[in-house]
């Protein structure tokens, strides 16, 4: 069974005020803490072991999750004493991580059901030490199509996807090769992840907005909006 890593130890400052007293991770989406919903999309898509990287607030997350038997998984945690980063995260879980064939890592504040399983067949064979979940680019703003050779506004556009431009979805599978890069202190993304790339051992996985949902609640519009979504979608795991 594959298991899975949460990296939920951050302190959350764009979602200040709330996140002084609140992990971000326990901040409500549609009713439920946004990692509650990452536990159920797990659990819905077979994946019962979780290992939580905790550090802000760390009890208040811990108590709300416990065992992680009311939720039909087996959750253990790892604390960090201090901010560690996403690399640091999983560098300070390597000896775990280490003993399995291959892992996913989520980021804490992504709520999605894209199906994790491509991502872990991509990476099946040892070819690759990390593929990377990649949704196409949203715009936050809306969009004018303007003639071109005038100044007539033809159509408005209200928050359009944006085609041929991908974005990382925060969401990976990986082998233990990748631990090896792995900062003892820092962000995977500006250290491990372009090294791998370098030589060639990190893939992608697209996945359409079109057919998924995926969100990164980053800030409050986030929580709104998001919430407002899910509800009208009448769940995310069905």
Do not use: C
Not at 13 to 24: C, D, N, S, V, Y
Not at 122 to 131: F, L, Q, T
Not at 181 to 190: A, F, N
């Amino acid at each position: 069974m594959t298991l899975a890593v949460i990296l939920a130890g951050g302190y959350g400052k764009r979602l200040r005020p709330l996140t002084q007293t609140t992990p971000k991770p326990l901040l409500k989406v549609a009713g439920k803490p946004i990692i509650v919903h990452q536990i159920s999309w797990l659990k819905h898509n077979g994946i019962d072991e979780i290992v939580v990287t905790v550090g802000w607030l760390k009890e208040k997350i811990i108590a709300e999750l416990g065992s992680g038997s009311r939720y039909g998984v087996t959750i253990v945690y790892a604390v960090e004493e201090e901010p560690l980063g996403t690399g640091g995260a999983l560098y300070n879980v390597r000896e775990l991580l280490s003993k399995r064939e291959q892992f996913l890592v989520v980021n804490g504040d992504i709520i999605t059901n894209l199906d994790p399983i491509p991502l872990l067949e991509k990476i099946a064979g040892g070819r690759h030490a990390v593929s990377i979940a990649a949704v196409e680019l949203k715009s936050t703003y809306g969009v004018l199509d303007i003639d071109k050779d005038g100044d007539l506004v033809l159509s408005f556009r209200e928050k359009p996807i944006i085609p041929d431009y991908w974005i990382n979805a925060g969401i990976y599978a990986m082998t233990p090769e990748a631990l090896r890069y792995m900062p003892q202190k820092g962000d995977m993304e500006k250290t491990a992840l372009p090294k791998l790339a370098q030589q060639g051992k990190v893939v992608a996985v697209r996945y359409s907005l079109r057919k998924v949902y995926w969100r990164s609640i980053d800030s409050h519009k986030d929580l709104e909006e998001a919430s407002r979504e899910i509800e009208e979608m009448g769940g995310l795991v069905k």
